[in-house]
């Protein structure tokens, strides 16, 4: 089935440095939703990104969708210890669901 | 609103036990999901809904059962508990089938 691919799969940074996860999908996507699952707690979601070439910010985070559609990106500037959790993209499956990556993990040290 | 509720949050189980997990939406959502989530392996479609009385198999739905009498409520099914069962359940629902998702805060259920 459709599946989409997460790089890296871990990241550790220092407080202030930048952060960018990947998103990759071998098919089109006619959408791409990325959530925040900070430890121990579950899945929130952040966005939706739906056009060609969009790009998207809330604060200190910037979400980019591919001009083919076929990846996304994430991207953090200056991370804080709050950034800290499990960052996942998911693309549709079928016609009534979702299908996620991995998902990237993010340390932050103080 | 409380948003999407799942009860219990922890369930140890004995081999071969079974159990319910419940999930309740007070957002009214057409749409509600069943997710496990093991270590390193991102989240897992289980059963899904799209309305009351309307339920359909997602990527991994061997050993799990699921109604939908009601818009409100999603409960999922554990017949004969299996050590690979051993898992974060997460429930979910959506307005829509392409729209964010909500998700409760998970039952953490180990088999043993």
């Known amino acids: 089935g459709q599946q989409v691919m997460q790089i890296p799969q871990y990241q550790h940074v220092q407080e202030g440095e930048d952060f960018t996860t990947y998103c990759n999908s071998s098919t089109t996507l006619s959408n791409i939703q990325w959530y925040k699952q900070r430890p121990g707690g579950h899945p929130v979601f952040l966005i939706q990104?739906?056009?060609?070439?969009e790009v998207k910010k809330q604060k200190r985070l910037t979400f980019q969708f591919g001009e083919a559609k076929k990846n996304s990106s994430l991207h953090i500037t200056a991370t804080q210890t709050t950034d800290v959790g499990t960052y996942f993209c998911a693309g549709p499956l079928g016609y009534s669901t979702l299908t996620f990556g991995k998902g990237t993990m993010l340390l932050v040290s103080p | 609103n409380a948003g999407v509720t799942q009860t219990p949050k922890f369930r140890i189980l004995k081999i071969g036990q079974s159990m319910t997990l419940q999930c309740t939406q007070d957002?009214?959502?057409?749409?509600m999901y069943w997710y496990r989530q093991d270590p390193g392996m991102g989240l897992k479609l289980i059963y899904y809904s799209v309305g009351a009385g309307i339920t359909d198999k997602g990527e991994v739905p061997n050993g799990y059962n699921v109604s939908r009498s009601t818009t409100e409520d999603f409960p999922l099914r554990l017949e004969l508990a299996a050590p690979s069962q051993t898992s974060v359940y997460f429930c979910?629902?959506?307005?829509?089938?392409?729209?964010?998702?909500?998700f409760g805060s998970g039952t953490r259920l180990t088999v043993v």
């Open positions: 990104l739906v056009k060609s070439g």
């Open positions: 957002m009214n959502h057409n749409y």
């Open positions: 979910a629902s959506s307005y829509g089938g392409f729209d964010g998702y909500t």
